[in-house]
C-alpha cells in the first residue's frame, strides 16, 4: 500500500535501501503494522555502488537472511545476470555465491514486494525529526510537517545523514550524488547525544557501454551451472551475460600521482575514515607504490542499461581528469563517461551504543540498521535490518527479544562485533571472523536457520514445505551415506560416508560411479543437496570437534550478567577493561567475552563473582531452561 498517510503505526522504517526493505518486511511478517518512509518509488531497493549481492562471507550472510525469511536471496535470483560461486578451489566453509543484478529490474522486484506486503504502507516524504519524549522514542515528524506516532522506530539512513559529496574541489550537500542529504534528521540524531563520528565511502565512474572496445578486455563468464542464493529458486529467470578484466597501466598511476593533491582524500578536504579493504583507487596506487598494476571488472548494471561500473576503480579526483584516467585503460581510450567517480561522506553512530536487538540502549524503542552503525555493503545491511525490523516488531507486541549467537550465523557474529567492538572504519564481513565457520556455511543456512525463523515468525508456509523436504531428504540420505558400502582406490569396500572424508573424493562423482547409492536429491536443483551431505561427510570429525566448543562456551551464554552488577573494582580486571564493560554492558557472560582486551582467564573470573554475587542476593542468573532467545 502506498502513501495514505497513516496518524500511527507499529513500526516506522526510515529509509526503504537494503537494511530498510528488510526490517520493514520482517516486521510485518510478525504482524506489526508498518509506515516506510523514503523519498520516493525511485529510492527502493537502489544500487547506488556496484550492482551486485554475495561475495566472500557476503553470501553467507545472504544465505542466512533467505533461510529466516528474507527477501534479497529472492529478489537477486530473480534479477541477477551473472552468477558465480567464489572460492571454489577452496573448503565449502568459504564457497561465497555472488551475483551480478539488473539494477534497475532490482529495485523495481523489491517495490513490488513491499507494495504488495501486508501491513507495509509506504509514505514518500523525508523524515524530518525523531519525537522523542523522555528517552522513549514516539515517533517522526517529516519535512512537510505531518507527524507520525510508533512506538518503534527502525532508522536505515545510509550515506545520507548529513551527506556530504566531493567530487575534485566541488563538494556538496547529498546522500547519493543526486538526492538530498538528510540534514534536519542528522541534526535530530545528534541531540540524543549518541557516540558517533564520521565515515567515508566512495563510487567508481560509470562509462557508457557503446564507447567500449570489449574485444581488448579479457571476458570474465559466469559458471556454466549457477548458484543461486535463495533456497527457493528453482531456476533463473533472465539472460546470463558475461563481464570483463583490465588492468591499470603506468599511465593511470601517473595520472593518479600527478593530481593527488587534487583529490578530496589527500588535500585535507575529507575527514571521514574509508574502508580499509576496498580502498579507492588513489589510495591502491599511493599505499602501495610497489604494485605494478591492479585488476579492474566491467560490469554492466543490467541487460538494456547504458552503464558500466567499473569495479575496483573509485575515486574522487576532478571530473576532468577522471576521464583521462578512464582513458588510459586498454579498451577505454574512446570512453564516455556517464558519471564520474565521487566520494561521500557522512555521519554514523558508534554501535556500541546499542545492544544485540539493535535497539539503542539510551532511548528505548530506537533502532539503527545499516551504515548508520558504521557498516559497508548491501549484504550487512540487509542482515542488520532484518535483526532490528524483528525486534522492534517483538516490542511492539510485548514479546521477548530474538538475537543469533555467533555459533548460530554470521548474522550473529556481525551484530556482536558490532555492539561490543564498534567501528574503527567501516566495517565489512569476512569469513575469518566466525570461530566456528565449519559450522555456518553455505549449504546449511537452512538446516541451522529455517526452525528459528519458523518460530519466531518470518518464515511463511511455502518456505517451511519446501525446508521440511528438504530436511527430510537431507537426514534420509546421511543414513544411506552411513550404510551403503562403495568400493574405494585401495580396493576395500567401506561406507560411502567414510569414502568422502579422502579430499580426493567428491559426492557428484560417486553418485555416478556409485548408482546404487540411491540418494534422495532435489530433481530441480540438487546441488545444495549434494553440497551439504559432501561437507558434512568430508568434515566430520571438525565439525563435532566445533560443536563440543560450543556446547562447553554454552555455559557463558547461559549465565546472564544481572542489571544491578557492578563490574567497577572486580578484583583481577584492568580499570580499562572495567571501564569498557560498564560502558557496554553485556547481557550475558558469553557477551562480555566479545569486549576487546578480554581474556578467558577474566572470562572465568566474570562467571565466578556473578555467581557469588547471584548466591548473596538470592538471584539466578542462569537462563538454561527459561526457553527464552538466544544471547550470545
Known sequence: MTDSSPSSCDVIVIGAGHAGIEAAWAAARLGASVVVCTLSPDTIGQMPCNPAVGGTAKGHLVREIDALGGLMGEAIDATGIQF???????????????????????AR??????????????????????????????????????????????????????????????????????????????????????PG???????????????????????????????????????????QIQCHTVRT??????????????????????????PRYCPSLEDKIMRFPEKEAHQLFLEPEGLDVDEVYINGYSMSLPAEVQVEIVRALPGLSQAELIRPGYAVEYDFVQPTALDHTLEVRSVAGLFLAGQINGTSGYEEAAAQGWVAGVNAALRAQGRAPQTLGRHEAYIGILVDDLVTRGCLEPYRMFTSRAEHRLLLRIDNADLRLTPRGRDIGTVGEERWRVFLDRRGRYERNRVRLASSMVRVASGDRVPAAEALRNPDIRLSALIEAEPDLGLELDPVAPSVDVSSLDAECRYVGYVRRQEREVQRSSRYAAQRVPGAFSFDSLPGLSRELQSRLTERRPATVAQAGSIPGMTPAAQALISAAISRWSLSAGVSTDDSSSGGATAE
Open 84 to 106: 558465480r560461486l567464489l572460492n571454489r578451489s577452496r573448503g565449502p566453509a568459504v564457497w561465497a555465491p555472488r551475483a551480478q543484478a539488473d539494477k534497475r529490474l532490482y
Open 109 to 194: 522486484y523489491m517495490r513490488e514486494r513491499l507494495e504488495g506486503a501486508a501491513g507495509v504502507t509506504l509514505v514518500y516524504a523525508q523524515v524530518a525529526a525523531l519525537m522523542v519524549t523522555e528517552r522513549v522514542v514516539r515517533g517522526v515528524r517529516l519535512a512537510d510537517g505531518r507527524e507520525l506516532a510508533a512506538g518503534q522506530v527502525v532508522v536505515t539512513t545510509g550515506t545520507f545523514l548529513d551527506g556530504l559529496v566531493h567530487v575534485g574541489a566541488v563538494s556538496r550537500p547529498a546522500g547519493r550524488f543526486d538526492e538530498p542529504a538528510a540534514v534536519e534528521l542528522a541534526a535530530s540524531l545528534r541531540s540524543l547525544e549518541l
Open 249 to 274: 597501466t603506468d599511465r593511470v598511476h601517473h595520472l593518479v600521482r600527478s593530481h593527488i593533491g587534487a583529490s578530496p582524500l589527500y588535500n585535507g578536504q575529507i575527514t571521514g575514515i574509508g
Open 197 to 239: 563520528g564520521r565515515l567515508k565511502t566512495g563510487t567508481p565512474p560509470r562509462v557508457h557501454r557503446a564507447s567500449i572496445d570489449f574485444d581488448a578486455l579479457t571476458p570474465q563468464p559466469g559458471d556454466e551451472e549457477p548458484v543461486p542464493l535463495s533456497f527457493l529458486t528453482s531456476g533463473l529467470r533472465q539472460p
